[in-house]
T-cell receptor, first 119, second 112 residues
């Protein structure tokens, strides 16, 4: 079956602009998580969506937002871009949400990422 | 806020077993341990997960100590393509606020 698809793969923006990244999860997966990866900070959790609801949010400013559609596809948006937003943005999907009380393991499948460069 | 500790790097010879350690001393009784790896600039790839028992799949074996405070990922016959950053992760937080967080990982270098 098809994996997690992220678009675009590469993009270049300038400071002050905004950007929207898209993630199509594996068919049947209802949870989508987003991560930011930079050389200095490593992989940092942004947020998770399950059934169109944001379940959890990492420690990022309000310029970072996301949403999930009824078909489980997700988008994340970064407004008023800063140089420090240059990063690899990774999306991961899973069948279940990452929450205690959820029975069984929750394996994430990652996409190839969207490489954002802010000039 | 990663709850796992891994050495920053290690290397091994091609064809030999690579044993990658991870400390997760604060893990709770019903939490799984997951291992992923990331080859430069690609998305992390799932390897294996375990709860209490040792696990094996086509990629690796996972040995979990009886007290569950540490685990070891074993790549039985490392190849050059296994050079990557390996992450050991557990769920952080409680209830709906829990999430899987990645620490720094361990960089494995396989030498010819």
């Amino acid at each position: 079956k098809a994996g997690v698809t992220q678009t675009p793969r590469y993009l270049i923006k300038t400071r002050g602009q905004q950007v929207t990244l898209s993630c199509s999860p594996i068919s049947g997966h209802r949870s989508v998580s987003w991560y930011q990866q930079t050389p200095g900070q490593g992989l940092q959790f942004l947020f998770e969506y399950f059934s169109e609801t944001q379940r959890n949010k990492g420690n990022f400013p309000g310029r970072f937002s996301g949403r999930q559609f009824s078909n489980s596809r997700s988008e994340m948006n970064v407004s008023t871009l800063e140089l420090g937003d240059s990063a690899l943005y990774l999306c991961a999907s899973s069948q279940k949400p990452t929450a205690t009380g959820v029975i069984g393991a929750n394996v994430l499948t990652f996409g190839a990422g969207s490489r954002l460069t802010v000039l | 806020d990663a709850k796992t500790t891994q050495p920053p790097s290690m290397d091994c010879a091609e064809g030999r077993a690579a044993n990658l350690p991870c400390n997760h001393s604060t893990i709770s009784g019903n939490e799984y341990v997951y291992w992923y790896r990331q080859i430069h600039s690609q998305g992390p790839q799932y390897i294996i997960h375990g709860l209490k028992n040792n696990e094996t799949n086509e990629m690796a074996s996972l040995i979990i100590t009886e007290d569950r405070k540490s685990s070891t990922l074993i790549l039985p016959h490392a190849t050059l393509r296994d050079t990557a950053v390996y992450y050991c992760i557990v769920r952080v937080g409680t209830g709906a606020n829990s999430k899987l967080t990645f620490g720094k990982g361990i960089t494995l270098s396989v030498r010819p």
